[in-house]
């Protein structure tokens, strides 16, 4: 079991950044491959970015590219999404969540969700 806890979000301008975090409790989390994704109001659940157990392997929505980095400190259970240039259609629910695979970038390869948090970009 894996617990998952976001937090971070909140309200910014357009052009600003914000960066999340999920600190993780459980087994051991460097067994685990971390990804982040985002739910918009009335929206699927889509993929925002990955990061193998390691974290030499990342990858990112297109949407996304260029503009957001995953990271991760496997000392402190730690995984981050350090997001710049946001856009109004950024806007959305991110969810931090737990594989036992590689680095999956399908949600239904991913074992344990945390709860979400808010982000609001502002036009």
């Known amino acids: 079991q894996v617990q998952l806890v976001e937090s971070g979000g909140g309200l910014v301008q357009a052009g600003g950044s914000l960066r999340l975090s999920c600190a993780a409790s459980?087994?051991?989390?460097?067994?685990?491959?971390m990804g982040w994704f985002r739910q918009a109001p009335g929206k699927e659940r889509d993929f925002v970015a990955a990061?193998?157990?390691?974290?030499?392997?990342?990858y990112y929505a297109d949407s996304v590219k260029g503009r957001f980095t995953i990271s991760r400190d496997n000392a402190k259970n730690t995984v981050a999404l350090e997001m710049n240039s946001l856009k109004p259609e950024d806007t959305a629910v991110y969810y931090c969540?737990?594989?036992?695979?590689?680095?999956?970038?399908?949600?239904?390869?991913?074992?344990?969700w945390g709860q979400g948090t808010q982000v609001t970009v502002s036009s």
């Open positions: 990061i193998s157990w390691g974290g030499a392997r990342t």
């Open positions: 969540a737990a594989s036992p695979q590689g680095a999956p970038t399908t949600g239904r390869a991913y074992a344990y």
């Open positions: 459980g087994r051991t989390f460097s067994s685990y491959a």
